[in-house]
């Protein structure tokens, strides 16, 4: 049965690029009838944190994707040292003893030491199995042949035959000498363990591989089906890091920016894959039914930003193209919890009246904060009384309209239908145009020009507000 992974370490966020590969697994695992498991691969105990588990936790939960089985390798340790002790009785392994490398993992690339440590490689068996029930310190590591050189071999779905000499391969270790096993042979003990069909994931990986498939093979285990993938980089050429790029690699502020998920894993998507047939927008369940590792790019994949705009233009596109396209009743349920973040007040049946004559208007569910900022605020922001006058007429014009407007508007009845014909009345009986009627309305009761659909907005707005501001816009051009 296929059964894949996820295998996220918790030393920091949930980066745009662990969550893409989490995507890509969930999508095959669910298009072909396969078991997605999520793995916390938390042995490096060292910079494991709470915090960045609970962050991965928060932008998977966001992501809104589920998984089938969790583990923690942290928890399964006996399996990751009895699987070392497997490979070490078959002589595929040794004890290193070297004092310069108990306590790490591996010694800087070029330690005559550590790549080929003749007298640690040959230490007999029964000096060896003596020393360490002595107590003496050691670490455990895998036993490349160097005798003979042998070519490893695997087949990548995404880069084709990958091909590695064994003198290009170090003596890499399998256990610290904490008996903490590396992350080499955790994950490889783990994934035999669970039964893992295909591993999914970064094309940094990919060197990785060779030693795990000598692992694999030292074990008696064929190996899993290897994908990796492209990297996600950034506009410069370098790979993705909070050091160096901030914010904008964590999956969680796209969250708190105003992203939804869907649309953001649509976006994550298009890095490093295509449908083949130029769609750009797709469902889930679109996703699903047509991911394919044949879709899946070679080369590194660039998301756009700068310190003018943190977000790709396809990112916020294809964001405001799903809200563009929302259910009113599912927008409005995704704006609320941003009002409520934001300490605002506002009913259901308010909130649906002004999605709709946002929804058009808006990139990201925190727009709302600013381009609806007037439906909420109890007073307007300061405006110029500049602002009030019609493109085509002077103050007088528009403290004639407002006044009328507020003569009229008491017996109006408040429904879009019933003030455009109420409003229009208004204007035809001062002989003026509709439109220099209604923009000093807009300004007087938005505070600005630029601002939704006239007659939706005062009813959205409630009489009493309109009556109120409008009254205030008058005093103003006094």
Same mark, same amino acid.
């Given at each position: 049965?296929?059964?894949? *992974? =996820?295998?996220?370490?918790?030393?920091?966020?949930?980066?745009?690029?662990?969550?893409?590969?989490?995507?890509?697994?969930?999508?095959?695992?669910?298009?072909?009838?396969?078991?997605?498991?999520?793995r916390?691969?938390?042995?490096?105990?060292?910079?494991?944190?709470?915090?960045? %588990?609970?962050?991965? =936790?928060?932008? %998977?939960k966001?992501?809104d994707?589920?998984?089938?089985?969790?583990?923690?390798?942290?928890?399964?340790?006996?399996?990751?040292?009895?699987?070392a002790?497997?490979?070490?009785? #078959?002589?595929?392994?040794? *004890?290193?003893?070297?004092?310069?490398?108990?306590?790490?993992?591996?010694?800087?690339?070029?330690?005559s030491?550590?790549l080929?440590?003749?007298d640690?490689?040959?230490?007999?068996?029964e000096?060896?199995?003596?020393?360490?029930?002595?107590?003496e /310190?050691?670490?455990?590591?895998? #036993?490349?042949?160097?005798?003979?050189?042998?070519?490893?071999?695997? !087949?990548?779905?995404?880069?084709?035959?990958?091909?590695?000499?064994?003198?290009?391969?170090?003596d890499?270790?399998l %256990?610290?000498?904490?008996g &903490?096993?590396?992350?080499?042979?955790?994950?490889?003990?783990?994934?035999?363990?669970?039964?893992?069909?295909?591993?999914?994931?970064?094309?940094?990986?990919?060197?990785?591989?060779?030693?795990?498939?000598? &692992?694999?093979?030292?074990?008696?285990?064929?190996?899993?089906?290897?994908?990796?993938? /492209? %990297?996600l980089?950034a506009?410069?050429?370098?790979?993705?890091?909070?050091?160096?790029h901030?914010p904008?690699?964590?999956?969680?502020?796209?969250?708190?920016?105003?992203?939804l998920?869907?649309?953001?894993?649509?976006?994550?998507?298009?890095?490093?894959w295509s /449908?083949?047939?130029?769609?750009?927008?797709?469902?889930?369940?679109?996703? #699903?039914?047509?991911?394919? =590792?044949?879709?899946?790019?070679?080369?590194?994949?660039?998301?756009?930003?700068s310190?003018?705009?943190?977000?790709d233009?396809?990112? +916020?596109?294809?964001?405001?193209? !799903?809200?563009?396209?929302?259910?009113?009743?599912?927008?409005?349920?995704?704006l609320?919890?941003?009002?409520?973040?934001?300490?605002?007040?506002?009913?259901?049946g308010?909130?649906?009246?002004?999605?709709?004559?946002?929804?058009?208007?808006?990139?990201?569910?925190?727009?709302?904060?600013?381009?609806g900022?007037?439906? =909420?605020?109890?007073?307007?922001?300061?405006?110029?009384s500049?602002?009030?006058?019609?493109? #085509?007429?002077?103050?007088?014009?528009?403290?004639?309209?407002l006044?009328?407007? +507020?003569?009229?508007?008491?017996?109006?009845?408040?429904?879009?239908?019933? +003030?455009?014909?109420?409003?229009?009345?208004?204007?035809?009986?001062?002989?003026i145009?509709a439109?220099?009627?209604?923009?000093?309305? *807009?300004?007087?009761?938005?505070?600005?020009?630029?601002?939704?659909?006239?007659?939706?907005?005062l009813?959205?707005?409630g009489?009493?507000v309109?009556l109120?501001r409008?009254?205030?816009a008058?005093?103003?051009?006094?």
């Open positions: 049965m296929l059964r894949v *992974r =996820f295998a996220p370490s918790p030393t920091g966020y949930l980066h745009v690029g662990s969550a893409r590969t989490f995507i890509f697994n969930w999508l095959y695992a669910r298009r072909h009838g396969g078991t997605m498991i999520l916390i691969d938390d042995t490096d105990v060292e910079r494991n944190t709470e915090q960045s %588990l609970d962050s991965i =936790f928060e932008g %998977l966001w992501l994707l589920d998984w089938d089985e969790q583990y923690r390798q942290s928890e399964r340790l006996a399996l990751h040292q009895q699987f002790e497997t490979i070490l009785a #078959k002589g595929l392994a040794y *004890r290193d003893f070297t004092p310069a490398v108990v306590a790490v993992e591996d010694a800087p690339h070029g330690a030491t550590w080929f440590n003749a640690q490689r040959e230490i007999s068996k000096d060896s199995d003596r020393r360490a029930a002595a107590g /310190p050691f670490v455990v590591r895998y #036993k490349v042949p160097r005798d003979v050189v042998e070519q490893v071999k695997f !087949t990548d779905s995404v880069y084709g035959e990958q091909v590695k000499s064994t003198a290009d391969i170090e890499f270790a %256990l610290r000498s904490t &903490i096993p590396t992350y080499h042979l955790a994950s490889c003990a783990d994934d035999v363990d669970l039964r893992i069909s295909h591993i999914i994931r970064g094309q940094d990986h990919l060197t990785n591989t060779f030693k795990h498939v000598l &692992i694999f093979k030292a074990a008696g285990y064929e190996p899993p089906q290897f994908a990796h993938l /492209p %990297l980089i506009p410069d050429g370098a790979k993705l890091s909070k050091r160096k901030g904008v690699v964590s999956v969680t502020t796209y969250r708190d920016a105003g992203f998920p869907h649309a953001f894993i649509n976006f994550l998507c298009l890095l490093g /449908p083949k047939d130029d769609r750009e927008r797709m469902t889930r369940e679109e996703l #699903k039914a047509i991911f394919s =590792f044949e879709g899946i790019n070679r080369s590194n994949a660039v998301i756009n930003f310190e003018a705009e943190p977000f233009a396809k990112a +916020l596109w294809l964001n405001a193209e !799903t809200i563009r396209t929302m259910p009113v009743a599912d927008l409005s349920a995704a609320a919890p941003v009002l409520v973040e934001a300490g605002i007040e506002c009913s259901a308010k909130l649906a009246h002004i999605t709709p004559l946002i929804q058009e208007r808006i990139r990201l569910l925190k727009d709302i904060l600013t381009v900022d007037f439906f =909420f605020a109890k007073e307007l922001a300061p405006y110029d500049a602002e009030l006058i019609p493109k #085509k007429g002077d103050a007088a014009m528009a403290l004639k309209a006044e009328k407007a +507020l003569e009229a508007l008491p017996s109006i009845e408040f429904s879009h239908d019933g +003030l455009e014909a109420g409003l229009r009345a208004a204007a035809e009986q001062l002989g145009k439109g220099q009627m209604f923009e000093p309305i *807009r300004v007087a009761v938005c505070g600005r020009k630029t601002a939704p659909p006239l007659f939706g907005t009813e959205a707005l009489r009493d309109c109120e409008i009254d205030k008058i005093a103003k051009l006094k």
